[in-house]
Structures are given as structure tokens and as C-alpha cells.
């Protein structure tokens, strides 16, 4: 029954994400008045260049100098870091999952640092981790989840570290001990730490052990909030 419940929260979960994926590029019609009376008509969408769509995100084009690489066109440069991701994420992906912004992202680093059932977690892969993390995150790439099978001793000691026993008989999973985690990755356009949460979700982690902090990377920066790179 258990399981069932989460087969269909997942379900739910992407629903309601495919719902709303792909609205930002549809273009929503705002009415407004100028300081003439005059009606105004404004669309409302994302709106990134062609030129922009046909480099491939990196490091050093994401991060580097104001926000982008001095090969990124002109017309990217301000907002190229902006410009990456298929979609923009909703605030919430389920109903027993809280969506962390950067205070709570704080908070939880603080509690973290006397109590080791707390871990912060950066699911991005391993040279975007070593380029640049949150100070106190260790790294579980998506992958290891998300493709568990084709990492199979990847997946078990990150389970291990997250405090879920292995029976090893039948490998099946408890979850008494489950850690509490928060979960993150480039920003509020990377679907990395989406993919990780499902994955976990479908294999019975609890929900309500799960934070997601959907800003990631991009707006910790944009806070001024430190990183792992001087």
C-alpha cells in the first residue's frame, strides 16, 4: 500500500509539473494602462535569443566574469546564466516537500553542523560540484539515482550515507533512519534536483524527510550568498 501511495504522488507530481512545464514560453497577453489611459498590451514570457539556444552550458560559460563567457554573444551576455534549462520549475513538486529559499537553506547548514542526521546535497554532476558548491554540500550526482542500475555501488553508499539500511538478502530498503535532506542544483531552470527527488520518491524515501531548494547555484549567487569558489 505503502508503495502504491508513492507510485501515484509521483504521479500526481508529474502531472501537475507537465502542466505547467512549457508555460513560459507560451506567452501570456498582460493588460495594462499607461499614464495617457491608453490600453497597453504586454507579453509576458521567456524570452531567450536563437543564439543564445545553440551553446552548450559549461563551467566556465555559466559562471565566469558577468555571468557568461566571452565567446557568448553580445546579446546573451547579462543574462546568458538566465537563459539555460528547458523549463522554469514550479514552486512546489509535492504536497510533503517544502521548497527552501536561501534563509532556509541557511538555517538548515546551521542545525546541520550538531546534528548528523542533516545532509545538504548537491546533485549535480562532479565537475560542476568541484567548479563551484554551497560550503558543506556533499555531492550525489542525479544519476546515481536516477539510473541506480547502471550505478548500483554508487547508489548503495549514498544510501548508506543517507541512512537507509540494505538488506542485502533481498535488497529491499528500510527507511527508520532516513537522514533529513536538502536537495539543489544549478538553478530554478536545472530539473536535476526534480529527477533526484522523483527517483528517491519511487523508491520509497519519505517525503516528508525531502527539501528542495529550487533557487540552487544560480540565485544563491545572485544573493551574494558564499560559495566553495574564492
Known amino acids: 500500500m505503502f508503495y ?3 507510485a501515484i504522488a509521483v504521479l500526481l507530481t508529474s502531472y501537475t509539473f507537465c502542466q505547467e512545464a512549457g508555460l513560459e514560453y507560451e506567452g501570456i497577453p498582460v493588460k495594462t494602462i499607461d499614464t495617457k489611459g491608453h490600453s497597453v498590451y504586454t ?3 521567456r524570452d531567450i535569443p536563437k543564439e ?3 551553446i552548450l552550458s ?3 560559460m555559466l559562471w565566469t566574469g558577468n555571468y557568461a563567457h566571452a565567446k557568448v554573444p553580445e546579446s546573451c551576455k547579462s543574462t546568458y546564466v538566465h537563459t539555460v534549462g528547458g523549463h522554469i520549475l514550479p514552486m512546489f513538486i509535492d504536497e ?3 521548497t527552501y529559499g536561501e534563509l532556509e537553506v541557511l538555517a538548515f547548514i546551521k542545525k546541520m553542523q550538531t546534528d548528523d542526521s542533516m545532509v545538504l546535497i548537491d546533485v549535480c554532476r562532479e565537475e560542476f560540484y568541484n567548479y563551484r558548491t554551497i560550503p558543506g554540500a556533499v555531492n550525489m550526482p542525479f544519476y546515481h539515482f536516477k539510473e541506480r542500475e547502471s550505478f548500483e555501488f554508487e547508489f548503495e553508499q549514498n544510501m548508506r550515507e543517507l541512512g537507509v539500511y540494505i538488506n542485502t538478502r ?7 533512519k532516513a537522514k533529513t535532506i536538502t536537495i539543489f ?3 530554478p531552470w536545472c530539473s536535476l534536483s526534480v529527477t533526484t527527488i522523483e527517483a528517491l520518491l519511487d523508491i520509497g524515501y519519505p517525503a516528508e524527510n525531502i527539501n528542495w531548494y529550487r533557487g540552487g547555484m544560480q540565485e544563491w549567487l545572485a544573493s551574494g550568498m558564499t560559495s566553495t569558489r574564492k
Open 4 to 6: 502504491k501511495y508513492i
Open 43 to 45: 507579453v509576458v514570457k
Open 52 to 54: 543564445c539556444k545553440k
Open 58 to 60: 559549461n563551467n566556465t
Open 96 to 98: 510533503d516537500i517544502k
Open 170 to 176: 533481498d535488497d529491499s530498503l528500510d527507511f527508520t
Open 185 to 187: 542544483c544549478n538553478g
